[in-house]
T-cell receptor
């Protein structure tokens, strides 16, 4: 595997489900990010982890819970989501904050 | 409050034409301005980036023009090809921010044969 990988690529969940998104970077980077991409809107930064510590939580609702167990892995735990949370969730990584490399994203649909 | 404003929302040009995408910002602390290209079903990919100490940067057929006093920057795609059809995003970040990028809303570019 190379670059930034994300699993699953597609996810459909009900509002009462709990699921997790996984991101893995194979670039030796020290920072990882979660973004939300909705149609016709700018990419929204959700969380930033630097050296496995969260350095940014962009006023994201608590139904989204990130986890960064090491510098190569990032998770986004989801519970009791709303239909408006349906979007493409993108993971990215960088070295020191420059040149972010994005994964292909997880297309999430909340029913 | 959107910190980076991007226009136009969409653009159609013929092969060989020069699509131009413009971005404006207010925060004078921004010091890093990347452009990303996104194809359907893919994540954004870094295309080219510029810092405020230069007014222009070229990489292949892609050129960034930067006007610090006007707080504007633009992307030009020279000799555009149908394979350049994609959505383009400008972005900006401040120093010591661990890459917290503020993105524009995106421009969908279609290059017709």
């Amino acid at each position: 595997e190379t670059g930034v990988t994300q699993t699953p690529r597609h996810l459909v969940m009900g509002m009462t489900n709990k699921k997790s998104l996984k991101c893995e970077q194979h670039l030796g980077h020290n920072a990882m990010y979660w973004y939300k991409q909705s149609a016709k809107k700018p990419l929204e930064l959700m969380f930033v982890y630097s050296l496995e510590e969260r350095v940014e939580n962009n006023s994201v609702p608590s139904r989204f819970s990130p986890e960064c167990p090491n510098s190569s892995h990032l998770f986004l735990h989801l519970h009791t989501l709303q239909p408006e949370d349906s979007a493409l969730y993108l993971c990215a990584s960088s070295h020191g904050g420059w040149e972010q490399f994005f994964g292909p994203g997880t297309r999430l649909t909340v029913l | 409050q959107q910190q980076v404003k991007q226009s136009p929302q969409s653009l159609i040009v013929q092969k060989g034409g020069i699509p131009i995408i413009n971005c404006a910002y207010e925060n004078t602390a921004f010091d890093y301005f990347p452009w990303y290209q996104q194809f359907p079903g893919k994540g954004p990919a870094l295309l080219i980036a510029i810092r405020p100490d230069v007014s222009e940067k070229k990489e292949g057929r892609f050129t960034i023009s930067f006007n610090k006093s006007a707080k504007q920057f633009s992307l030009h795609i020279m000799d555009s090809q149908p394979g350049d059809s994609a959505t383009y995003f400008c972005a900006a970040s401040q120093p010591d921010s661990w890459g917290k990028l503020q993105f524009g809303a995106g421009t969908q570019v279609v290059v017709t044969p």
